[in-house]
């Protein structure tokens, strides 16, 4: 099943792709290569190749999360997206390593006839070893506390690797927390309270962001 969390995003947003019309101004001088569309599915795996080209993986994670719980999609579709997300949340800026496991498993076992089962067949040999690699070196009595901090934001247990980070103070790097905002951590709002943590986005922009539920 997909991973729980931000799967309450996934159910109450609308995909702004499937919401839009794929309806073209008819005219009589207008050719078939112009007035054909993207699908929406279509449409929201390229937003998500985007995103990731962006650097905002997390984002393409939750994007992609959004299109796998949408009813209107096929088996196949939904096959795909779940393949994909796979891929993203196993890669280094995806953070969620053992949600990667989890979707090839998915796949192989809703979706076995599918193109995507294949693929996550021959993937999930390598996603199983990056968990355990990681599990290794959270267990590991020479990890120190920001090595334990960052096994578990890379394994996805997103929230007791803050708690971590925030027991010690420990300051992740900027692509952590990049992740800790888009992922919906970290807040720019003047109104909360506690730690500030520099953070510079893509476009070199410096924010100073602070835990979401701090001081609301």
């Keep these: 099943m997909l991973r729980p969390f931000l799967l309450a995003v996934a159910s109450a947003l609308v995909l702004g792709a499937c919401a ?18 993207v699908s929406p599915f279509n449409l929201a795996m390229q937003t998500a190749d985007e995103l990731v080209a962006a650097g905002n993986t ?10 796998a719980g949408d ?11 779940l393949y994909r997300l796979g891929q993203l949340s196993g890669s280094p800026s ?16 809703d979706y076995a006839n599918t193109p995507a ?13 990056a968990v355990a690699a990681l599990i290794a070196k959270l267990e590991s009595v020479n990890s120190t506390q920001a090595d334990q901090f960052l096994a578990l934001f890379k394994l996805g247990r ?7 980070m925030v027991a010690n103070d420990i300051l992740p ?9 888009q992922i919906g951590y970290l807040c720019d709002d003047s109104n909360l309270t506690g730690r500030a943590y520099a953070v510079t986005d893509r476009d070199g922009t410096t924010r100073n962001l602070r835990f979401c539920d701090f001081g609301k």
Excluded: C, F, W
Excluded at 58 to 67: E, K, S, V, Y
Excluded at 117 to 129: D, H, I, N, Y
């Design 20 to 37: 839009s019309s794929t309806d073209v101004p008819s005219s009589s001088g207008t050719s078939s290569a112009e007035t054909s569309v």
């Design 58 to 67: 997390p984002t393409a994670i939750q994007r992609l999360m959004q299109l």
């Design 71 to 81: 009813t209107g999609i096929s088996p196949q579709q939904r096959a795909d997206a």
């Design 94 to 109: 995806g953070y969620d390593a053992e949600g990667a496991v989890e979707y090839y498993n998915e796949v192989l076992a």
């Design 117 to 129: 089962a294949k693929q996550s067949a021959a993937a999930l040999p390598g996603a199983k070893s």
């Design 158 to 164: 997103h929230q007791e690797a803050i708690d971590v």
């Design 173 to 181: 790097g900027n692509e952590e927390l990049l992740a800790m905002s």
